[in-house]
């Protein structure tokens, strides 16, 4: 068995897994990776199932310790990071040897890195998932962020070491484009109607900027109030990840991966699966504006990545037999 250990925490590292699923109904949010496509491409090169802990970080990032020779993918933010000095790569596979040091020199774009581990780490499970909960302190280890000196544990494995894996990589069209000013595509939400011909305007023509009173619940967003056209008082909906509801200021927060499965404020809006990772990338002080598409369009664009990252995973496993 090898190990990594944790030598600076870094700003919350934790782990994460895509979540806990089907379990809404009972009030449990799913919770898991910000940027799930992140955290599946780098378990695919790791060899990995998709829903294998990975460790998100924050910049600063974490400085790790390998306690043995271990491979790892890298994805999401790039945070400039170098293994023993020197520069590597993201999304791609690497090997660490027993005694080698991971760090972070820098924040280049994004504002969440993933690192999988070839077998994954071995971590806390509930509900079957090892993500995180921080407001239930549920997951991961002990449901808290890392702190230095935590040691994290991966089994062992054979491909562990295969190098016909360090040839393998992301596909262009498969990487987020990280962006602090993107045009996020929406689709309308089930309250869209009481926003005037003016908010309705404002929503799509006017420059969102990201608070910094934000967090993995939610994006809270500054503009000029929306206006509608009348007072609306509804009882809890269920909402989900990349639900954009209008608080009673007329301002938008848009939830994110540790979301509330339901609330009170109108639904106006969602962003569309495709989009989300790029969203998760958002740090505050960033900017942004939104482009209602259609659920044909949103759907077309989930099913060509979704089709996508299902060859790239094809493509992980028949280079590991070559």
């Known amino acids: 068995m090898t190990s990594i250990t944790i030598i600076k925490a870094g700003f919350l590292t934790t782990i994460q897994d895509l979540g806990r699923t089907g379990y809404r109904r009972f009030g449990i949010n799913p919770g898991g990776a910000m940027d799930q496509r992140a955290a599946r491409i780098v378990n695919g090169l790791a060899g990995n199932d998709e829903n294998t802990p990975v460790l998100e970080m924050h910049f600063p990032a974490a400085e790790i310790g390998f306690g043995g020779d271990l491979m790892f993918a890298l994805g999401g933010a790039d945070f400039q990071a170098t293994l023993d000095g020197v520069p590597i790569d993201n999304w791609r596979c690497h090997i660490a040897r027993s005694g080698s040091i991971l760090r972070f020199e820098g924040k280049a774009s994004g504002e969440r890195a993933y690192i999988a581990v070839n077998a994954g780490f071995i971590a806390d499970t509930w509900l ?13 280890v002990a449901g808290r962020p890392l702190r230095n000196g935590d040691v994290l544990r991966s089994p062992e494995s054979d491909g562990s070491l295969d190098q016909n894996a360090l040839r393998q990589i992301a596909a262009t069209s498969l990487i987020p484009f990280y962006s602090r000013f993107p045009t996020l595509r929406i689709i309308k939400g089930a309250e869209y ?22 967090d993995r619940m939610g994006f809270r967003l500054k503009a000029e109030p ?55 990338q958002l740090g505050g002080g ?27 995973r094809i493509g992980c496993r028949l280079r590991r037999r070559v």
């Open 193 to 214: 109607g009481i926003l005037s011909q003016a908010g309705k305007a404002a929503l799509t023509e006017q420059t969102f900027e990201l608070s910094h009173a934000s």
């Open 128 to 140: 079957g998932s090892s993500s995180t909960n921080l407001v239930a302190g549920i997951g991961g």
């Open 226 to 280: 929306l206006a509608t056209t009348r007072p609306l008082e509804m009882v809890s909906s269920s909402v989900t990840y990349g639900t954009i509801q209008l608080l009673p200021d007329g301002q938008l927060v848009i939830l994110m991966a540790d979301h509330q499965t339901a609330g009170g404020y109108p639904r106006i809006a969602h962003i569309i699966a495709h989009d989300l990772p790029v969203a998760a």
């Open 286 to 312: 960033a900017k942004l504006c939104f482009h209602l598409v259609g659920i044909e369009e949103a759907e077309s664009l989930r099913q060509q990545i979704e089709h996508e990252l299902s060859l790239f």
